[in-house]
Each structure stands twice: as structure tokens, then as C-alpha cells.
């Protein structure tokens, strides 16, 4: 008989950093030694089913001193082994397990933006019952997996941080930008409602370790320029006046560095002027106010992109001044003389043209009347 006691079971060192280690020979030799450490449970399992439990210590593989063992004796064998699955399930804190990944596509309810939550971290896990863990994840994780469990802890907390930071988002109770202040709170929920999932499966998680959750980079860059519009608006006291300022500073620096030509200018000239004009807003074409700073800064773009021409954008070209012609010799003199250059003849002081509509006078280059918008004849 002392031949069968040289046998011990017991976790190598490489599997001592494990959650979960399995036994590789479901065939236990009679009178085999199993040693389990002081954070450890070792569990005889067949057919799905705990049938006994060793706790810390040196243990004797015999039906005579675990009456449980009679039930796994392997007739086949002469009584001499018995048949099962043996695990060993350590009960310590296991901390520095990776998690993380995509959250969601998420509205931002104060800029009304849809943004792309990340998040990268990492967790401890333990086992709450070891006798549980065993039943529930026998059959629908491998357990020969050292990191199967991790997994999938890890994918069941990546679902609940989902949904609590999706909620506190949309019921505004967490902002977009200041997530990171908020990691505190965040992971409260996080584990609270990440332990209510694990719970049946005999596990949980103590704490998160060092996380955080960001935004996509394009989509930070964007709710940064949004909120520094809406600060200078409210600065400004007005959407018209921002709008106007910025107008004022695209010209400037389009002038400075060259590329503005005088089209920008002069665009963004008339685009101010138009805001300014007492007119504009007599006539209607003053959109009702928007109810929030983040629509004033929609507004504000449609209007810039409205009103202010392309770079490229050249001034409009003015009919040059008519040339008199005497009517003495018939030539043509320059523009504004006096007297005919060919034969010496006093032109006569030319009758200033007048709107047929309200007789105002008419400036040379007018094409419709100042007072009254009537078209002047050809």
C-alpha cells in the first residue's frame, strides 16, 4: 500500500496564478495524496455535479475517510481508482485583469452630438462560491482555459459599463467632456451592477483598478470647438455679433497670411455690414432667436456661410464713366473735360438724370433709384 501514497495531487506552480485549475487525469488513483493550499477548495465533479469538497491541507484519496469517494470508485479498476473531475478554485483576490474596448454611439444631450465612448482599464476578480462557479460554468466555459473565466468576466463588465454610462449620459447626469471626473462614481455603478450579473455564477468583482473612458478623437476635437463657440457667443451677448467677429477675424487672418485677396475682404465686409444694417431686420430676414447657445452656433455657420464670398471671389466691376462728345467737331474727349481738346468748344454743363417715378436725381452709374428702387431706362 505504500506504493500508492508516493501519488500527489497538487497545483504546479504555473497554475498557482490561475482562478480555476483542473486536475489533467479524471482517473484519481486510491490512496493518492492531495495537498490544497491555504487559499484553496478542491471539488470532486461528475456528470456536472459537486459531489465533494476538500478543504485546506493534506488529504487521503480513500472512500474510508471521504464517504463521498464511494460514489466515483471506478468498478473497472477493481475499486483501486476513482472516476471524476477534480478542480481546484482559489479563493484569493486576482487583480491587474485587463479589460476594455468600445462603449457606444452615444447622443450628447447638451450639444445634441452623436459621439463614440471608449473605454480601457483594468479589474480584480474573486470567487464568492466555489461550489457555484464549478456548477454554472462547467459546461459553458472552458475551463481548461487559464484565462476563459477573465474573459469572460471581462466581456460581462465591458456590458455593464455599457449600459450605466449609457443611461447617466442620456439622463444627463454625466457629462460628455467630464467623464474622467466623474470615474468615482462611474465605477461604483459599474460594480454594483457588474456583481448583480455575477452573482449567480459564484463570482465577483471587488473594484476596478486604473481606468478611463474617452472619446474618439475626432469626435473631443469637435465638442471642444463647439464649446469654445458657444463660449464666445454667450461672451458676445449675441449670435449676430459673434458671427460678425468672426467674419472680421477670417478676413484679418486671410489678409495676413496672404490668401484672402480683396474678394475675402471685401465678402466678409459686406456680410458684417448686412447684420448691421437697420433694414435687415425690417425686412423680415431676421430668423427667430434659437433656443440654445449650440443652436445660435448652427445658425452662426449657416449665416457665415451665407453671406461671405469665396476666397477667390473678385469685386464686382463698375461701368466706366461715358466719354462727352462735342457737338461741334464730333470727337470723343476724356471723361469729366470741360472743353472739346480738337476744337476749343465749351461743353455745356450736362442735365443730372431724374427717376421718372418720384423725379429724385439719378447718380451717374445708378441703375435703380435710391428713393423709390425704380429701374432707370436705357
Not at 65 to 89: I, Q
Request: with cysteine; proline share 7%; hydrophobic share 40%.
Amino acid at each position: 500500500m505504500a506504493w500508492f501514497e508516493r501519488e500527489f495531487i497538487a497545483v504546479p506552480e504555473t497554475g498557482k496564478k490561475q482562478l480555476v485549475y483542473k486536475w489533467p487525469d479524471v482517473n484519481i488513483r486510491r490512496y493518492s495524496r492531495a495537498i490544497v493550499n491555504a487559499d484553496q477548495t478542491a471539488l470532486f465533479v461528475k456528470s456536472g455535479q459537486v459531489l465533494g469538497a476538500l478543504g485546506p491541507g493534506r488529504h487521503r484519496i480513500d472512500a474510508d475517510e471521504l464517504p463521498v469517494l464511494g460514489a466515483l470508485v471506478d468498478t473497472l479498476t477493481g475499486g483501486n481508482f476513482y472516476r471524476a473531475e477534480l478542480y481546484f478554485v482559489s479563493s484569493r483576490e486576482f487583480a491587474g485583469i485587463k479589460f476594455g474596448g468600445r462603449l457606444a454611439d452615444i447622443a450628447d444631450p447638451v450639444s445634441e452630438q452623436i459621439v463614440t465612448l471608449r473605454v480601457f482599464g483594468e479589474f480584480a476578480l474573486s470567487v464568492r462560491d466555489a461550489r457555484q462557479l464549478i456548477t454554472s460554468l462547467a459546461g459553458s466555459t472552458d475551463l481548461h482555459d487559464p484565462a476563459g473565466i477573465e474573459s469572460w468576466s471581462a466581456d460581462l463588465l465591458l456590458k455593464a459599463m455599457k449600459v450605466a454610462v449609457t443611461q447617466g449620459v442620456s439622463q444627463g447626469e454625466w457629462p460628455v467632456l467630464g467623464l474622467s471626473g466623474l470615474l468615482p462614481e462611474i465605477e461604483q455603478a459599474v460594480v454594483r451592477q457588474t456583481n448583480t450579473a455575477l452573482y449567480e455564477y459564484g463570482l465577483r468583482i471587488p473594484r476596478l483598478g486604473n481606468f478611463d473612458i474617452t472619446l474618439a478623437p475626432e469626435d473631443a476635437d469637435r465638442l471642444k470647438r463647439l464649446a469654445k463657440d458657444v463660449t464666445y457667443i454667450r461672451l458676445a451677448g449675441d449670435f449676430r455679433q459673434y458671427a460678425a467677429g468672426e467674419m472680421a477675424l477670417g478676413a484679418g487672418q486671410g489678409l495676413a497670411s496672404g490668401h484672402g485677396h480683396d474678394g475675402g475682404f471685401i465678402g466678409a465686409a459686406l456680410g458684417i455690414n448686412a447684420l448691421q444694417q437697420p433694414g435687415f431686420a425690417a425686412a423680415g430676414n431676421t430668423p427667430p432667436p434659437p433656443s440654445s447657445p449650440w443652436q445660435q452656433h448652427q445658425q452662426v455657420r449657416e449665416e457665415q456661410s451665407a453671406t461671405a464670398l469665396p476666397p477667390t471671389a473678385k469685386p464686382v466691376a463698375l461701368d466706366p464713366p461715358a466719354k462727352p462728345i462735342c457737338t461741334a467737331c464730333a470727337t470723343a474727349n476724356p471723361p469729366g473735360a470741360k472743353f472739346c481738346v480738337e476744337c476749343g468748344t465749351r461743353f455745356a454743363p450736362a442735365e443730372p438724370a431724374r427717376c421718372r417715378e418720384c423725379d429724385a436725381e439719378l447718380l451717374p452709374t445708378a441703375r435703380f433709384c435710391a428713393s423709390c428702387g425704380t429701374r432707370r431706362p436705357d
